[in-house]
């Protein structure tokens, strides 16, 4: 009999409530569990940042892996960590572990894919740190209360868009032209631009502009 400990992470406590992300993993390991012939023992959810190396959730699924005798079993190798020196130690401490979605991987393997999501990562965060300072230099205040102001003038933009576009529309409608695709393809046609200066007008893009005047023409009323 194989038997198997799961662990699961998620980053929140907001996904830890709504299982956000956790059914997912489950999903994962529940179809791997069935096609290996694994006996699921254990299964253990933590809520934790990948960032931090100190986890008592996984800590516990080692030591019962150790007792027992039973692999570890993760859905992920991001549900581990994405720092290539927790990977590392991981495979040191003498437990045999599965990702499910790569279980034939070799420590060298793992140790590339590791390096490859802690790059990312960075990257990440290095993009965010330029946007948050371009946002700043531009005059917008950061914070909840900055989004909140920048989800407005996001909104502003957008309905004032619209309502420079309807004048198009409802003269291609008033040429017969009823239909979502009808309505994209004559914008595309005409080639008129869409909001971010594009060329292409799709079937939802337009969907999302005639609901915007339909919710545009409701406040006035």
Known sequence: MKRAIAYYRVSTER?????????????????????????LIEEIIETES??????????A?????????????IAKLDRLS????????L???????????????????????AAVAQKEREDISKRTTLALAAAKARGIELGKFGKEVLSQRNKE???AFALSIKPVIEKIKSNG???????????????VKTAKGGKS?????VYSLLQRLKQLSQSKD
Not at 201 to 205: A, G, K
């Open 157 to 159: 933009k957008a309905d």
């Open 177 to 191: 032209v009823q239909t979502v695709r009808g309505i994209a393809d004559e914008l595309n046609r005409l080639k």
């Open 61 to 73: 699924a080692l030591q019962e892996c150790k007792r027992l005798d039973a692999t570890l079993l």
């Open 82 to 89: 994405r720092r290539v020196s927790f990977i590392a130690s």
């Open 15 to 39: 996904q830890g409530r709504s299982g956000l992300g956790l059914e997912a993993q489950q999903k994962f390991v529940a179809d791997f569990v069935l096609r290996n012939g694994y006996v």
């Open 201 to 205: 007008w799709y079937i939802q893009t």
């Open 91 to 113: 495979m040191e401490c003498g437990v045999t572990f599965k990702v499910v979605d790569n279980p034939f991987a070799e420590p060298f393997t793992l140790h590339i894919l």
């Open 50 to 59: 990948g960032l931090r190396n100190g986890r008592m959730g996984l800590n």
